[in-house]
């Protein structure tokens, strides 16, 4: 691991916020390394300073002190429309619940972030776009509406939004929060996959389902880092394969007991 | 090349949602609708009042008797009368500008004749009246030169004593009386309808000045001598050279006033089109007003679709809008509903003004000056009550925007 560059490099970051009479001291000097190719989740509990961690890295807000590097720039120097060509080309944000736009085609929300790329250089937006689909297995449903997919395809659809520009990392953010544990496997198959083809992938999340498929696991509470060490992820793919299994097995029990 | 699709962003946006849309647009619709059916209504009675200046009499001038001034008092209007025959006669001896000239006594009488008999006033005038008056006949002929010499007994009758005298037949070649002299109809003027002051122009009848003052009246006072130019450009000067000649005529010496008074009918035709032009402005700045209250609906729906699409602003921050790109998006989506309303009100306009002019005969003419400003302002309607949305929209908080329910 320790050959690989680093992509995200934060020290001695601190975050504070004033609200109201009273400062609140979301991230209180904290020291974070991302190399390229790792799969990072990072977890804690409301409160715990991980979303703010997740704002900085995604470059949505500033540190109140310390240093930013994201691909050997220096995020936190950015003025706001540097930050939002930043966040066009080296961050890929997938959300919580999806967030694709209602009638709009798997296609055209895909293309989105072209729409602000600055560098023009992706020249056939609909290619790529179809691309990034393919990449996530959606190949086949590249002109429906997201009313028109499951849960899994919306939230699929929202990675290859998060894909299309190829990014430096992919940022997630509680990406399986609204789902279910067979969807929630198939989401995590992906991300492995797609980490396999050496994407970095960080995860945003409180649920200890996602944190055994990370090959890295970061926990935080009350802004400082409470743990941070590296395991050897479950594959989703088996995960997924046991779950289908067991539900296909219901569903045959509850047919057997109907015939009965 | 971004703008382009900025724009076919904004198209998609304004497609997608057709009730939000046509709500939106109905404001600029009504508004701009509005303005063009007034001001075509407006500029149809201005057309109309217009012809009817036309009407009185091409390139005419107009000398009546002046104020006389005895030891420092003004006896106002027509108070002495020194206009004579031999006025015109120089008049058409001496003038360059002027075509015809006609000196015209009135008097007020009753024609007996056909089925009963009518009050009417009878002019005494020359053979250029109807050149100067631009009047036709519908049947018959005007007096020649040798009956106005000498004073030949006949008579032209208007549209509106032909028709109360003789409402059946055609008068030409019957006889009427007139202070107990027969006189022999030998035409009927076409019809002028009303002066703008509501005067029937056609209540009238003609004869040569000599039979006038000779046998029909014992008032021999030139009341007013008609003159037209050659050409509608000339009125000016020629209204100065008439004065000279005038003056002349009247041997007034370098001190004395004029003791008559010259008018055209461009000055009766600018008060006319000044009384409709305020008119048309007055229509326009009430129709203006619902113009107004369309961009506010324009402002109002934006609002509330800047604060329901706030999560989409959020995620097109997040992916790298930058605030000039949502600033240009949604601004772009006002003016596009704001130009399409404007079109369709201009078509609205347009068949609005057409249907009250067959519906209640008044005359109505859209000009393209009206439809351009009506378009040109509903575009800036779209940029003025679209930019606040817009700028609000822009300074959102990607990171409030995206949790915001």
């Known amino acids: ?260 | 090349m971004r703008t382009l699709r900025l724009i076919k962003v904004a198209g998609k946006s304004i497609v997608k949602n057709k009730m939000r849309t046509l709500l939106t647009m109905l404001g600029i619709i009504i508004g701009v609708g509005a303005v063009i059916i007034m001001v075509a209504v407006g500029e149809g009675a201005q057309s109309q009042i217009q012809e009817q200046i036309q009407n009185l009499g091409t390139n005419m001038l107009v000398i009546t008797p002046g104020a006389s001034t005895t030891g420092g008092v003004s006896q106002g209007a027509s108070s002495f009368n020194r206009l004579k025959i031999e006025d015109a006669e120089k008049i058409r001896n001496e003038s360059a500008f002027i075509a015809g000239v006609s000196p015209v006594i009135f008097t007020r009488t009753q024609i007996v004749g056909g089925n009963g008999n009518w009050r009417s006033t009878i002019h005494g005038v020359t053979t250029d009246y109807p050149l100067i008056r631009d009047w036709e006949l519908t049947s018959g002929r005007f007096f020649d030169a040798s009956e106005e010499r000498t004073g030949k007994k006949v008579i032209i009758l208007g549209a509106t004593i032909a028709e109360n005298l003789f409402p059946d037949s055609d008068p030409v070649g019957e006889r009427v009386l007139v202070r107990n002299v027969p006189l022999v109809v030998i035409g009927v003027l076409e019809r002028k309808g009303q002066t703008p002051d509501g005067n029937d122009q056609d209540d009238v009848a003609l004869a040569p000045i000599l039979t006038v003052q000779r046998r029909l009246s014992n008032w021999n006072f030139i009341r007013q001598i008609l003159a037209n130019t050659y050409s509608p450009d000339d009125i000016e000067e020629a209204q100065v050279e008439l004065r000279a000649i005038m003056r002349e005529s009247h041997g007034l010496a370098e001190w004395e006033g004029d003791d008559f008074e010259i008018r055209n009918q461009v000055q009766l035709s600018e008060a006319a089109e000044g009384t409709t032009e305020v008119m048309t402005m007055l229509l326009a700045a009430i129709a203006s007003i619902s113009l107004l209250v369309g961009g506010i609906g324009i402002m109002n729906i934006m609002l509330v679709s800047v604060t329901e699409r706030t999560r989409e602003i959020g995620i097109r921050m997040a992916i790298g809008a930058r605030g000039s790109d949502v600033l240009t998006q949604f601004l772009i989506e006002s003016i596009v509903m704001s130009i399409f309303g404007g079109a369709i009100g201009v078509a609205l306009g347009f068949g609005g003004a057409s249907l009250l002019a067959s519906l209640t005969g008044w005359n109505t003419v859209v000009n393209t000056e009206t439809v351009i400003v009506a378009i040109l302002f509903s575009a800036a309607v779209g940029i003025f009550f679209g930019f606040y949305p817009a700028k609000k929209a822009a300074s959102l908080n990607p990171i409030d925007a995206l949790r915001f329910e």
């Open chain 1, 1 to 260: 691991m320790s050959e690989t560059p680093p992509v995200i490099l934060v020290s001695g970051v601190r975050k504070t916020y004033i609200m109201g009479k009273t400062k609140v001291h979301a991230l209180q000097g904290l020291d974070l390394t991302i190399r390229q190719g790792e799969l990072v989740a990072i977890m804690g509990h409301s409160g715990s300073g991980k979303s703010t961690l997740m704002n900085i890295i995604g470059g949505l807000d500033y540190p109140t002190e310390g240093s930013y590097f994201l691909d050997g720039i220096e995020v936190n120097k950015l003025g706001k429309n540097e930050l939002a060509d930043i966040r066009n080309q080296k961050i890929g944000f997938v959300f919580q619940g999806f967030n694709l736009l209602a009638r709009t085609s798997a296609a055209e929300n895909t293309e989105l972030p072209l729409l602000y790329d600055r560098t023009n250089r992706i020249k056939n937006h609909r290619k790529a776009a179809i691309k990034a689909l393919e990449k996530v297995g959606l190949g086949d449903r590249v002109d429906h509406f997201p009313n028109e997919l499951s849960g899994g395809q919306q939230q699929r659809v929202a990675i290859a939004r998060a894909l299309v520009t190829e990014p430096s990392i992919v940022l997630a953010d509680e990406p399986t929060g609204n789902l279910d544990s067979r969807t929630t496997a198939e989401v995590m198959q992906l991300f492995q996959e797609l980490n396999e083809q050496g994407i970095t992938i960080i995860i945003v999340t409180h649920e200890g389902d996602v944190v055994r498929y990370a090959k890295r696991v970061i926990e935080l509470r009350d802004g400082r880092i409470i743990r941070d060490e590296f395991q050897e992820p479950d594959s989703a793919a088996d995960n997924l394969a046991k779950l289908i299994a067991e539900q296909e097995g219901e569903i045959l029990e509850e047919k057997t007991a109907d015939s009965l």
